[in-house]
């Protein structure tokens, strides 16, 4: 059985300093984020386990019928009250670094005079959407001949394969029609040592974002690829099957591709995303800005985010009413600009952790090295 998760997203404006230390969640001015106990009063570090349970709670700049956003009622099990009444807890660190992916080609295994060909295919969401199974190109080369009295056992030389490849690679259809898409589009070619085939995936194309807030334009998404390079001409059998044992290089991924995590395109999205779950009424999104008054956006172009997931049942267990439908219970999402460019997480962390105990952060930022050569 699937289950529904009923989720409120807190995004912690830039502008926000310090985590509210007095007065109560009505008290709050447009967009602050603050915790505070069931008598709605607000907790800090030192005490915020001695709370029965917390409400996480915001300002609006629309209070007319509708007060400060705010939480269910979340129990850790640091906290004072009838029992923990949270099933996860976790951070994903904000992560804006993207790797595109690199393979190696190498030891070819061609004699002179031997045809081979390289298949290439790639996927990514939009590029899915174009091509049935990825966007699938192969080129065909023919090493060259012997000379006079050459040994035909012996492979080529692999520096001017590769270059022959490289060439081919990179034709395209003359002019300058958009809708010739090549390799060129996805790829580029280095020739390393003579020995080495590189292929980078290039980093995807940002599509413009409309104004329209009813649009749901963004979504996760890398691009990733297959390199086969195998004996003879390309045909219309499928090559991974039918050139199995054929293969004449090997072709190894020596960087993988990544998604970006905490970006600020990605949490608009999931502004819009849940905003029905929260606003008190106008729960739909609309092309006329004028009928989205409750629509509020906190999140700053260019910021990465560190993000807090607490999910949990009801408070009173007593409450539930058991039957043959599906489980609902509810998820917060706080966001809260990196730690790395702001304080504000080093002070709301502390009174998370020490009602709902330690954090496991479950994302790791990638790490890249420059070299360069004089």
């Not at 649009?215 to 219309?236: I, K, L, N, Q």
């Not at 050139?243 to 020596?254: F, G, H, K, L, R």
Request: with cysteine; charged share 15%; aromatic share 12%.
């Amino acid at each position: 059985m699937s289950d529904f998760s009923l989720t409120t997203l807190f995004v912690v404006p830039v502008g926000q300093t310090s985590v509210p230390s007095s007065g109560s969640t009505q008290d709050l001015t447009a967009g602050t984020v603050g915790i505070f106990d069931q008598n709605y009063a607000t907790v800090t570090a030192a005490n915020a386990a001695a709370a029965k349970y917390l409400y996480i709670a915001q300002g609006r700049a629309n209070t007319y019928l509708q007060g400060s956003k705010r939480s269910d009622k979340i129990s850790g099990s640091e906290n004072a009250g009838s029992g923990s009444n949270v099933t996860e807890w976790y951070k994903v660190s904000g992560c804006s670094q993207v790797s595109n992916q690199i393979t190696d080609v190498t030891d070819f295994k061609v004699q002179c005079g031997e045809v081979l060909t390289l298949t290439l295919r790639a996927h990514s969401s939009y590029i899915d959407t174009l091509y049935f199974n990825g966007f699938t190109r192969s080129v065909t080369v023919q090493a060259p001949c012997c000379e006079c009295g050459g040994d035909v056992c012996v492979d080529v030389d692999a520096n001017a394969l590769i270059n022959q490849l490289i060439a081919k690679l990179e034709q395209q259809a003359p002019g300058n029609n958009p809708e010739n898409v090549s390799f060129n589009s996805f790829f580029t070619f280095e020739n390393v040592g003579g020995t080495i085939l590189r292929i980078h995936g290039k980093p995807l194309t940002k599509y413009g974002q409309p104004c329209d807030v009813a649009a749901f334009p963004w979504e996760y998404d890398r691009m990733y690829f297959s390199t086969f390079v195998y004996d003879g001409p390309a045909t219309t059998a499928d090559f991974i099957v039918a050139d199995a044992c054929n293969i004449v290089a090997t072709a190894s991924v020596i960087q993988t591709s990544n998604y970006p995590s905490g970006t600020a395109d990605e949490f608009k999205q999931l502004e819009k995303n849940f905003y029905s779950y929260q606003a008190g009424y106008l729960k739909s999104l609309y092309r006329k800005g004028g009928y989205n008054e409750n629509f509020e956006s906190y999140v700053t172009d260019g910021t990465v985010y560190d993000s807090y997931y607490i999910r949990f049942n009801q408070y009173d267990k007593a409450a539930y009413q058991w039957g043959d439908y599906i489980m609902q219970d509810s998820t917060v999402i706080i966001a809260v600009p990196n730690a790395t460019t702001s304080g504000i997480a080093a002070l709301i962390e502390p009174i998370l952790v020490d009602a709902l105990g330690a954090v496991a952060d479950n994302n790791v930022c990638i790490t890249t090295t420059t070299t360069t050569t004089a």
